[in-house]
């Protein structure tokens, strides 16, 4: 693995700990407040920082997983070169663009 890689799937992995810290731990507070998916969506609606910290939760992931699975589909499988590199980018792409079009229709824009 290359350093810029190995620092991007490192540097990921600190922002999802957090992320995935936060999100939990806001589902937890909320599903003990008895809040529905409905209530939870009119609280998010128009929220800016629930905008910003969710693509940021989706930017990472899109970065941190593809590494990883390039990582293992190197390892376990032949698949190798230019090919494997272009298809994990064109799957964090695809992440990012459907994790960010999720997080904007939860903002409502």
């Given amino acids: 693995m290359s350093p810029l890689l190995y620092l991007a799937q490192r540097g990921t992995a600190a922002i999802l700990a957090v992320t995935v810290a936060v999100h939990l731990g806001t589902i937890l507070y909320a599903v003990r407040g008895g809040l529905t998916a409905g209530e ?3 609280r998010t609606q128009g929220n800016l920082a629930f905008l910003v910290f969710y693509a940021v939760f989706v930017l990472a992931a899109a970065i941190h997983a593809p590494i990883g ?3 293992i589909l190197r390892e376990w499988t032949r698949w190798r070169g230019r090919f494997l590199d272009l298809s994990m980018i064109a799957l964090s792409g695809l992440l990012a663009g459907l994790g960010l079009r999720a997080a904007l229709a ?4």
């Fill in 69 to 71: 699975l390039r990582s």
């Fill in 40 to 42: 939870i969506l009119g």
């Fill in 106 to 109: 939860v903002y409502g824009a």
